[in-house]
């Protein structure tokens, strides 16, 4: 575990604020900020008082510059003119000038229409029938599939010694999770993919686990729904998911942090 | 307007910006304009100039709006960033005799003029508990893009003197706005 306090007072944070800090000390402070509430907090604090003085030195510009600056912007409207276009373009009829035989010859033309529309409609309706078939057909091969692989996750998991950290999507993927099951004792650590977005071909997601706020690589894993088995490490505060080049980085692509997740003691 | 800080979701903002929305950019500007505008006339000290960059400046939040990282801090802090690279680059690159001959006593004479302007309300009072030594480090590190090293040497101070105020100007500060 890093020291939080010698952390916070060791001035990192304010030379963070000011731009005076190494490409090295700058993702240690967006890392480390992610991970401990009390560095957050922090570093919160200290951009708010950064803020307000910026806000207690307001000038007023010259109300012309607005509209300058907004008519160099380009802003997307509500949708609501497509709509009236399309009632323009509706042909409006004459309603008198036609005489009764015309009106006939309309009639006849539009159960015309009608009954192609149904065959149309028929032939569509059995396009969806055999679509919906061969949907439950795929779906039941992978209920088996999962069904198997659930089978497996339990034979893995089934160890006293075994903790559950639960990877949580930060803001580049909220809905991402991952599950790291990490056993104190053997020091193995086994990745089960929860949800994470499929990666390009050239990429491939990395588990990192954090030991006193330094990333160490735990390897490269593939998004399957299975139990994969990943590097030892004897020591973690927390563990993180990033996206890298296919076969893994040296160091974390921070930009790229999916889930992260901390190990409870 | 000045001095008014917004109340509002930073998230609900930043959603509507990505979206385009007219609206949300009358809210930035409305709440932001001004404090920007002030950092950045004390960084170039020109109203024409500064004026040029704030322009620049509010297309470029427009545009890159899709790059800020909510997890990564305040919305804010990354408008400032934004505002002091802009008049920095300004500086380096359009007049770098200012640079040369700029001395630390004119920053501090100048600061010393803008304070005599400031009204009085609660947060100017409170920002003048600072040493004008500790405002002058807090503009020129935090505003005005100086380098610790830099501003040490145009202060004539030592490099661990410098480092050690400017972090501790910013903590008083905030200690003073919690109390």
Known sequence: MINIKEYIESGVLEDYLSGNVSEQERREVECLSKIYPEIKAEL??????????????????????????????????????????????????????????????????????????????????????????????????????????????????????????TLKGVDKSPSSAVRVVWNAKTQEVQLNVLSLPTPASDKQYQLWALVGGKPVDLGVFDVTGSLQKMKAIPQADAFAVTLERKGGSPVPTLSELYVMGKVTS | MGGKLPKYNEGELVEMLRRQDRQAFNYLYDNYSDALYGIVLKVVRSEETAQDLLQEI???????????????????????????????????????????????????????????????????????????????????????????????????????TVKTRVRSALRDLRKFFSS
């Open chain 1, 44 to 165: 919160e604090q200290l951009s708010e008082a950064v803020e307000r003085y910026a806000f207690a030195h307001s000038v007023s510009p010259p109300a012309s510059l607005k509209e300058k600056i907004m008519a160099q912007l380009e802003f997307k409207e509500e949708e609501v003119q497509e709509e009236v276009s399309i009632e323009d373009e509706t042909p409006v009829l004459p309603l008198n000038s036609r005489n009764n035989s015309f009106q006939w010859g309309w009639v006849a033309a539009a159960s015309v229409a009608a009954l192609i529309g149904s065959v149309v409609y028929f032939n569509a309706k059995v396009d969806t029938l055999s679509q919906t078939v061969a949907k439950q057909q795929t779906e039941l091969q992978q209920q088996t599939q999962q069904l198997q692989q659930q089978t497996d996750l339990l034979a893995g998991l089934s160890s006293v010694d075994n903790q559950f950290v």
């Open chain 2, 58 to 160: 509010f297309v470029k939040i427009w545009k890159n709006i899709s790059q800020y990282d909510v997890g990564k801090g305040r919305l804010f802090t990354w408008m400032l960033n934004i505002a002091r690279n802009t008049s920095i680059d300004y500086l380096r690159v359009n007049r770098p005799e200012i640079q040369e001959i700029d001395s630390a006593v004119y920053w501090v004479e100048g600061n010393q003029n803008i304070y005599n302007e400031l009204d009085s309300n609660e947060l100017r009072e409170i920002v003048s508990q600072l040493k004008p030594e500790q405002q002058t480090l807090i503009e020129m590190v935090y505003w005005g893009g100086y380098t610790h090293e830099e501003a040490a040497q145009r202060l004539s101070m030592p490099l661990g």
